[in-house]
């Protein structure tokens, strides 16, 4: 599942900064190609957390989102938090704003694992 979250960040780089901090590819087909790719890899962490781990479905709250669509999120969140560090100064409000929603997502992503694993939750089967 960590090739699939590191490919995610590789295309939120792509998309949001560019590769290496050159420019975002803002081709269509390039668009069009990267969220495609998303797609797949949300599918790819989904379908290996369906086989990987047991769903309690009696008396588990249904979460809203999947587990992979929460790392598509948090690989998001992760290139805005590095490229802000890299590009901003130390005391910038964006900056502490960005490592700040970094860090709820990355919470709420172990909190979520948590409650799955024990039963109180359960993911949507898309």
């Known amino acids: 599942m960590l090739w699939f979250a590191r490919d995610l960040a590789v295309l939120h780089e792509r998309r949001l ?24 890899l949300v ?7 369906v086989r990987t781990i047991p769903q309690h ?14 790392v598509d999120r948090l690989a998001e969140a992760s290139v805005r938090a590095h490229h802000a560090l890299m590009t ?14 970094l860090a709820e997502l990355a919470d709420g992503y172990d909190d979520l694992v948590d409650e799955v694993l024990a039963g109180r939750r359960r993911l949507p089967a898309w």
């Open 17 to 40: 900064i560019g590769r290496g901090g050159s420019i975002p590819d803002n081709d269509p087909a390039t668009i069009v190609e990267i969220e495609r790719r998303r797609t797949e």
């Open 43 to 49: 599918m790819a962490i989904d379908d290996w957390i």
């Open 57 to 70: 479905r009696l008396g588990a709250t249904l979460h809203t989102e999947t587990i992979g669509s929460v």
């Open 88 to 101: 901003l100064d130390a005391n910038d409000e964006i900056l502490h704003g960005a490592w700040h929603h």
